[in-house]
């Protein structure tokens, strides 16, 4: 597995396994067979194509869109707005989503500061666009 600390000079195409500790401030798109462990940040856009996985446990301010065959899962904080939905996101029950914890019980409330996502937490698919996201049932 590849792993990428510092700031990205540019932006990255992941379609292998890779680990980023560091920050991406041109984007990511990942591609299919991709597969990213996202421990740090990423602004401007992250895009994930069909095939491709993100497993969130940074921060991501970036513009998301998540197409059809994409995944994406939030253990950390994401607070861009998210422009495509048509794959899968899910978080984890103490994930910050824009500003929001995700409970144990599966709704959000006010942002809790030492609210940790625990190993194995619960977690939730979320359904919507833009930053008026939700729990599906």
Not at 67 to 75: F, P, S, T
Request: glycine share 16%; net charge negative.
């Amino acid at each position: 597995m590849k792993k990428l600390t510092g700031v990205m000079a540019q932006a990255l195409t992941i379609d292998e396994p890779v680990v980023l500790t560091g920050t991406a401030p041109h984007g990511i798109l990942v591609c299919d067979g991709g597969s990213l462990d996202l421990r740090g940040g990423v602004d401007d856009r992250l895009t994930i194509e069909p095939g491709g996985y993100v497993l969130l446990s940074g921060s991501c301010q970036a513009t998301v869109s998540i197409h059809e065959g994409g995944l994406l899962e939030v253990a950390g904080t994401l607070s861009g707005a998210v422009s495509r939905n048509d794959g899968e996101l899910w978080a984890m029950s103490g994930s910050c989503i824009h500003g929001r914890t995700l409970s144990a019980a599966g709704f959000f409330i006010d942002l809790e500061a030492d609210a940790t996502p625990q190993e194995d937490a619960p977690r939730f698919r979320l359904t919507g666009t833009g930053h008026d996201l939700g729990i599906a049932d």
